[in-house]
């Protein structure tokens, strides 16, 4: 079978979908659209692609098997609800589902009500390391996660310059809270399922940029008793284009995730694990990890000795990669062939729960507007079900 697409928004995202959709003996780009005529030619032309300026003619025209959905972050809706519309069976969308959980609800509503399967691609749920992560907090090597913190930072030019002269008009329909903590949350989503967040309180300020916050700052309680801080900022000076960096404090055990270092630090994954464990189940866990193309080595040391003790420190366990390459398109890879297998957990996302849908994109834009409202008005936001 081979799968007709059709690709609306063309930016930086946008024509990378484009190119990863075409490597793909299985898939066949016959439609691109972009509100910018000549963007649309320059992407779809070498390809041979019907070009557009209006998506929705292009899906009633198309008749695509699969809708990808790239544009600015407040702008998801629309295309989204035309794909669904003219009878899409899939949509693959990029994060955040939406600005506002009213139209994160209208597409949900819509795609159940026509059968169409919304996937919501959350890059950093996709690496080797994020899946290592899933899978130590899931199978209990920390106990039960108590603790934690996430940091998403972009430096100042991404807000002022990425997208050229469009910058500041699409940086002002979103913020660090849509763009940046929409990853953090999906992550944490993922990884301490099937736990939710159920309280939330954030600060923000608007010191620097004025046009969106500088920042956002949030406390998440979930249900399960876990408490993380995430923080994300717009203004920093830094060396590389974003740093990236998470830890989470178990009952017996720590994980230190630097995913995308900044100064001084260094890439990097290490999982400190429960003590009970034996060796043996240690280089278990290893090979099962290995098994699954997840390059971690299994160590047994021992920690720095404690101050003002004569009691030497127990040996520790533990599992830890260091420079592993990320794959920021894992994720689309794998929704495309959910929707060739018809499957949410095709054979390239084995053993990682189902692919992130549509009600993973309202619980985390929820959660997102939780942490906006939280900020505006200083209180405390208690999150129910819709």
Same mark, same amino acid.
């Given at each position: 079978?081979?799968?007709?697409?059709?690709?609306?928004?063309?930016?930086?995202?946008?024509?990378?979908?484009?190119?990863?959709?075409?490597?793909?003996?299985?898939?066949?780009?016959?439609?691109?659209?972009?509100?910018?005529?000549?963007?649309?030619?320059?992407?779809?032309?070498?390809?041979?692609?019907?070009?557009?300026?209006?998506?929705?003619?292009?899906?009633?025209?198309?008749?695509?098997?699969?809708?990808?959905? *790239? $544009?600015?972050?407040?702008?998801?809706?629309?295309?989204? &609800? @035309? !794909?669904?519309? =003219? %009878?899409?069976?899939?949509?693959?969308?990029?994060?955040?589902? *939406? $600005?506002?959980?009213?139209?994160?609800?209208?597409?949900? &509503? @819509? !795609?159940?009500? =026509? %059968?169409?399967?919304?996937?919501?691609?959350?890059?950093?749920?996709?690496?080797?390391?994020?899946?290592?992560?899933?899978?130590?907090?899931?199978?209990?090597?920390? %106990?039960?996660?108590?603790?934690?913190?996430?940091?998403?930072?972009?430096?100042?030019?991404?807000?002022?310059?990425?997208?050229?002269?469009?910058?500041?008009?699409?940086?002002?329909?979103?913020?660090?809270?849509?763009?940046?903590?929409?990853?953090?949350?999906?992550?944490?989503?993922?990884?301490?399922?099937?736990?939710?967040?159920?309280?939330?309180?954030?600060?923000?300020?608007?010191?620097?940029?004025?046009?969106?916050?500088?920042?956002?700052?949030?406390?998440?309680?979930?249900?399960?008793?876990?408490?993380?801080?995430?923080?994300?900022?717009?203004?920093?000076?830094?060396?590389?284009?974003?740093?990236?960096?998470?830890?989470?404090?178990?009952?017996?055990?720590?994980?230190?995730?630097?995913?995308?270092?900044?100064?001084?630090?260094?890439?990097?994954?290490?999982?400190?694990?429960?003590?009970?464990?034996?060796?043996?189940?240690?280089?278990?866990?290893?090979?099962?990890?290995?098994?699954?193309?997840?390059?971690?080595?299994?160590?047994?040391?021992?920690?720095?000795?404690?101050?003002?003790?004569?009691?030497?420190?127990?040996?520790?366990?533990?599992?830890?990669?260091?420079?592993?390459?990320?794959?920021?398109?894992?994720?689309?890879?794998?929704?495309?062939?959910?929707?060739?297998?018809?499957?949410?957990?095709?054979?390239?996302?084995?053993?990682?729960?189902?692919?992130?849908?549509?009600?993973?994109?309202?619980?985390?834009?929820?959660?997102?507007?939780?942490?906006?409202?939280?900020?505006?008005?200083?209180?405390?936001?208690?999150?129910?079900?819709?």
């Amino acid at each position: 079978m081979k799968l007709k697409a059709c690709v609306v928004g063309l930016g930086l995202l946008g024509s990378e979908y484009v190119t990863l959709l075409t490597k793909r003996p299985d898939v066949e780009v016959t439609g691109v659209a972009d509100i910018r005529q000549a963007r649309a030619h320059e992407v779809g032309d070498p390809i041979g692609a019907a070009v557009y300026s209006d998506y929705e003619r292009m899906f009633h025209e198309q008749q695509p098997d699969l809708a990808v959905v *790239a $544009t600015p972050d407040p702008l998801h809706a629309e295309p989204v &609800l @035309a !794909a669904v519309a =003219a %009878g899409a069976p899939a949509v693959i969308q990029e994060k955040p589902m *939406a $600005t506002s959980v009213e139209d994160a609800e209208r597409m949900l &509503l @819509a !795609a159940e009500g =026509a %059968g169409t399967t919304v996937f919501v691609n959350y890059a950093n749920r996709g690496s080797a390391l994020d899946r290592a992560t899933y899978y130590v907090i899931q199978q209990g090597l920390l %106990g039960p996660v108590v603790y934690g913190q996430a940091r998403l930072d972009d430096h100042i030019v991404v807000p002022t310059r990425l997208w050229g002269d469009r910058t500041r008009d699409w940086v002002a329909g979103s913020s660090t809270a849509h763009f940046l903590l929409s990853h953090v949350v999906d992550f944490l989503r993922w990884v301490l399922a099937p736990a939710e967040v159920c309280e939330v309180y954030a600060i923000s300020q608007r010191q620097v940029l004025g046009y969106t916050p500088d920042l956002y700052d949030a406390y998440l309680t979930f249900d399960s008793g876990a408490r993380f801080r995430v923080k994300a900022e717009w203004i920093k000076h830094i060396d590389g284009l974003v740093e990236f960096a998470l830890d989470f404090s178990g009952a017996e055990g720590y994980l230190r995730y630097i995913k995308i270092p900044g100064f001084g630090e260094i890439e990097g994954w290490r999982a400190n694990l429960s003590a009970a464990l034996s060796p043996a189940d240690l280089l278990s866990h290893r090979d099962t990890l290995l098994a699954r193309g997840i390059p971690v080595r299994a160590l047994v040391h021992t920690p720095q000795p404690l101050p003002d003790t004569d009691t030497p420190p127990a040996a520790c366990v533990a599992l830890e990669a260091l420079g592993v390459p990320s794959d920021g398109w894992r994720v689309v890879q794998s929704c495309v062939d959910a929707v060739l297998e018809e499957t949410l957990t095709p054979a390239s996302w084995a053993h990682y729960g189902p692919l992130p849908t549509g009600i993973d994109g309202l619980r985390q834009t929820e959660v997102v507007a939780a942490i906006v409202t939280s900020a505006a008005e200083d209180r405390v936001v208690t999150l129910g079900r819709s």
